[in-house]
């Protein structure tokens, strides 16, 4: 069964160093999505791509974070410098743009915390 | 722009109880509505989902919802709870927003089960 592939599962990282999320979407799917989940909270969207292209990055803090899908298939999600109040869930997710079918399929998350 | 309301953050029911959980959501037309499960420390898995047609669907584990516009509601329900689906659920929202699907989660309903 295809899958969301995120890595690494777990990132510990001191304040102020750099930080970055790799994940893969299921093959076909033009719809890419960052989420910020904060323990005991739901997911809170920070980007969103079309194929490359940003579409929403409206909750993302634009002054550390940074996001890319260079040729429309994996994506990167960068901190630097990271804050403590960074350490979350980042939960990477896809979905098929076409008629029909905008469910999101998730990956397993990278948990980080910041030391 | 649409929006989702757990209004339960927490619920407690005993192995073989029923169980619903509360969803009501915010658009201005009909949205796509999903609910996820997600256990601790993993991604977010797809229950099921409404699009359109009939108003009760069936998902994955036994779960069900109904659809009831006059509510603006996606409750879900089991009839039989089992140990197992002791997790966390959240409902989301999927909605055209410019050309693209966003998808909005609430903040989730954690269900602990009791022998």
Sequence with gaps: EAEVAQSP???ITEKSQAVAFWCDPISGHATLYWYRQILGQGPELLVQFQDESVVDDSQLPKDRFSAERLKGVDSTLKIQPAELGDSAMYLCASSFSGQGSPEAFFGQGTRLTVV | AQSVTQPDIHITVSEGASLELRCNYSYGATPYLFWYVQSPGQ?????????SGDTLVQGIK????????SQSSFNLRKPSVHWSDAAEYFCAVGADSGGYQKVTFGTGTKLQVIP
């Design chain 2, 43 to 51: 991604g977010l898995q797809l229950l099921l989902k409404y699009f």
């Design chain 1, 9 to 11: 599962r777990y990132k």
């Design chain 2, 62 to 69: 036994g779960f069900e919802a109904e659809f009831k516009r």
